[in-house]
């Protein structure tokens, strides 16, 4: 710890960014500093008076990096860059922390169409948003297909149209029946205009425009028709009302609030449109080291708002962020307008900040509840399989295969009660072919360990306990795989009753442990079996449909083992395969072998089947 801080006393009196490795290298921290000297020799010196969380993160610093920067700016810029690049474990986990979605309208399309997607590209799309939820997001395109008369199947235009009769969309009059006969481009291409001005917030315009329609049609006695476009004026005057609600772009305003507790605190946001609110983000935020909420705020906002993709013009806190400046101009930048942040000192805004901070309050309550009932089940979860201690951190196995085929073993991980996702792995079984759950748990168990003696991500930290989707042999096979890689951890199995409930835990020797009595831990443990076949049979699923498709792709000419796995790789499903054209094919495998692929799901080949 002394040379570490005598090598942070060396550094050069300037702003910059540092970086925390452990042991193996592995980056566990970034952060930034108006001077790296001060800010980094804080760290190892006085250790007492730093937290739990920032002493156990100090005590796995093996070495740092840094990089110096032209300003602070710079500094901040270059740490948000490093903390999405190398998720450190250390920094604050937003565990929402996924971004926003947009609406892509593929504007280059011959037949454009509207999809949902987590971020803008670079295709030459128009994209839209970002929206509060993909539900949301998703509910707008069925409320624009439904006002405009749009395909919402999977029909890939302009090569299925004609091929076979209309869906019930049709029938139904939500859809103008793009795929009947020849298709009208302009026609097509003059409506997705609508879509893309409505999206754009030209929903007076184009109801105008379908109000000039509606008249005419009266004009002409055609009043069945007048009909149809009255009821599209009223839902596109609905949809605009809708789009404005659920579009974050289109806040006024946020009231942003911080709540911290002992394990993990809230941040809430509350969204403003009109002097309404219209909206509301509750997130928990991990990791927050002993710092003041004027560095933890300053933190989350960068976080929320560039993983948001958009801020609003006015984001109102109870305390200003250290480093505001520097804040507002990168989220002024990402968003393309200027971006104020205001404590506001009374009226009406001080009591939107006012309604943050208790939203955030209550929710840091029930998060705080939450924690104590998971570590209650825990110690109860010890006591009754009499564990040293209460199993911090939980690994579950499950084997899912078909008739022996497309074997795997999923190990999924939960930390204080919690599934950690990130830690979740999937073992594709090499070690023999055939169905045989125990051999499978074995290999998988022998080859988490391997992995964690090379320090691979994922594996560095021992279980405290090991539960298996099985019985007695399932359990046998594990235990002598822990054991002879060295090692000392406690395995149980878990089996399920007829009506498919986790009704007992069982021992190596046998023996079953019911645990309807403690409802605590039947939940607990009923979670993690549940959670376990589900990611294994998802996964199986994954893996049993690529080989399908492999399969399917061999009858092309050309094509053998090797480039159907390399097809299904690049392009991910069959479907993408079947729609891309030759030019893409021919990315990854040979001119030839392309046109063979293409040719067999588009003349008269394996599609027509």
């Not at 450190?88 to 399309?109: E, M, Q």
């Not at 299925?160 to 097509?188: Q, S, V």
């Not at 825990?378 to 295969?401: H, K, M």
Request: glycine letters at 8%; hydrophobic letters at 35%; charged letters at 30%.
């Amino acid at each position: 710890m002394t040379e570490l801080k005598e090598k942070a006393l060396m550094l050069p009196q300037k702003p910059g960014v540092y970086i925390m490795k452990d042991k193996s290298g592995k980056i566990i921290y970034v952060g930034k500093a108006k001077c790296l000297p001060n800010r980094v020799s804080q760290y190892f010196s006085n250790l007492a008076s730093h937290n739990t969380k920032t002493r156990r993160m100090v005590s796995q610093v093996h070495d740092f990096d840094f990089i110096i920067a032209g300003s602070e700016f710079e500094s901040l810029t270059l740490e948000n860059k490093l903390i999405k690049q190398h998720m450190p474990k250390y920094n604050i986990r937003l565990k929402d922390d996924k971004g926003y979605p947009y609406i892509r309208l593929g504007v280059k399309d011959p037949y454009p169409r509207l999809s949902v997607v987590s971020a803008p590209g670079r295709d030459g799309a128009a994209y839209f948003g970002p929206y509060n939820g993909r539900t949301i997001a998703r509910s707008i395109i069925d409320a624009l297909s439904s006002s405009l008369k749009l395909p919402t199947c999977s029909k890939t235009f302009p090569r299925d149209i004609g091929k076979d009769r209309t869906c019930l969309n049709f029938d139904m009059g939500r859809c103008e029946g793009w795929c009947r006969g020849e298709p009208d481009n302009d026609a097509y291409l003059e409506t997705i205009k609508q879509a893309g001005n409505m999206l754009r917030g030209n929903y007076a315009e184009v109801a105008e425009h379908v109000k000039e329609l509606m008249e005419a049609a009266a004009e002409r006695l055609e009043f069945e028709r007048a009909a149809e476009y009255r009821d599209r004026y009223n839902s596109i005057l609905k949809l605009g009302d809708r789009q404005r609600l659920a579009c974050g772009a289109l806040t006024d305003m946020d009231a942003v609030a911080w709540s911290n507790g002992p394990t993990q605190g809230c941040f809430t946001v509350l969204h403003y449109s009109g002097g309404l609110l219209n909206g509301r983000d509750v997130l928990e935020a991990e990791n927050v080291l002993d710092e003041e909420e004027s560095v933890v705020l300053g933190d989350l906002l960068c976080r929320f708002y560039l993983s948001r993709g958009f801020a609003p013009r006015t984001i109102l806190v109870g305390v200003m962020p250290e480093d505001s400046g520097n804040i507002e101009r990168l989220l002024s930048e990402k968003s393309g307008h200027k971006v104020a942040l205001t404590v506001p000192k009374m009226g009406e805004k001080l009591a939107y900040v006012r309604l943050a901070q208790a939203n955030a309050a209550e929710a840091a309550q029930k998060a705080r509840d939450r924690d104590e009932k998971r570590l209650k089940a825990l110690e109860a979860l010890g006591r009754f399989l009499q564990l040293r201690e209460y199993p911090r951190r939980i690994e579950a196995y499950d084997v899912s295969n078909t008739g022996g085929e497309e074997n795997v073993a999923a190990m999924t991980v939960f930390e204080s009660g919690k599934p950690l996702k990130r830690d979740y792995r999937l073992f594709k079984i090499k070690g023999f072919e055939g169905q045989d759950d125990c051999a499978s748990v074995a290999e998988a168990v022998t080859r988490r360990f391997e992995r964690m003696r090379s320090g691979s991500e994922g594996f560095e930290n021992m279980p405290d306990l090991m539960l298996i989707d099985g019985g007695r042999a399932q359990v046998a096979s594990a235990l002598e795989a822990v054991r002879k890689c060295g090692y000392d951890v406690p395995v149980f199995g878990m089996v399920k009753d007829d009506r498919h409930r986790t009704r007992a835990l069982v021992s190596a020797k046998g023996e079953e442990i019911t645990i309807f009595s403690i409802p605590a831990v039947f939940t607990l443990v009923g979670t993690i079996q549940e959670e376990t076949h589900r990611f294994a049979i998802g996964s199986h699923r994954k893996a049993r449909g690529k080989a399908v498709g492999a399969t399917v792709l061999t009858k092309a000419e050309g094509v053998g083992r090797k480039r159907a796995a390399d097809l299904m790789r690049h392009f991910k499903s069959i479907k993408a395969i079947k729609e891309a054209d030759p030019d893409e094919l021919a990315a990854v495998v040979p001119r030839n072998v392309a046109k063979a692929v293409y040719d067999l799901f588009h003349d008269g080949g394996e599609e027509e089947k």
